[in-house]
């Protein structure tokens, strides 16, 4: 299974970025995909989530309502929409998987690292001031 993730870049604070993340292995439409981050010298931290069916999303209260995640299915791809981008939201972006197909949890479970079995090499992304 192959996670990659593209679209980061530099941006001016304010401006935005689309990032998408294409597995090969694994069918997104069948499993609960997640966005995580990391920042120097900080640990990876959710960002945000989306059910298998695609129903349901979860944002990390950072993020919410700037960023949006949102699956092509026929594509096999995963986005996330990064609108009023922040200094503070640089950090390396890193899209994951659940290996398992069509499980649902409970909504504290999509916010934790240990759910996801697969993960991307991530896409650095640099908002400046």
């Known amino acids: 299974v192959q996670l990659q993730a593209f679209g980061g870049g530099l941006v001016q604070e304010g401006g935005s970025l689309r990032l998408s993340c294409t597995a090969s292995?694994?069918?997104?439409?069948?499993?609960?995909m997640g966005w995580f981050r990391q920042a120097p010298g900080k640990e990876r931290e959710f960002v945000a989530a989306?059910?298998?069916?695609?129903?349901?999303?979860y944002y990390a209260d950072s993020v919410k309502g700037r960023f949006t995640f949102s699956k092509d299915d026929a594509k096999n791809t995963v986005y996330l929409e990064m609108n009023t981008l922040k200094p503070e939201d640089t950090a390396v972006y890193f899209c994951a998987a659940d290996r398992a197909y069509g499980r649902t949890y409970t909504a504290g479970n999509y916010y934790r690292k240990g759910l996801y079995d697969y993960w991307g090499k991530g896409t650095l992304v640099t908002v400046s001031s």
């Open positions: 292995g694994h069918t997104v439409s069948r499993s609960v």
């Open positions: 989306i059910s298998w069916s695609g129903g349901t999303t």
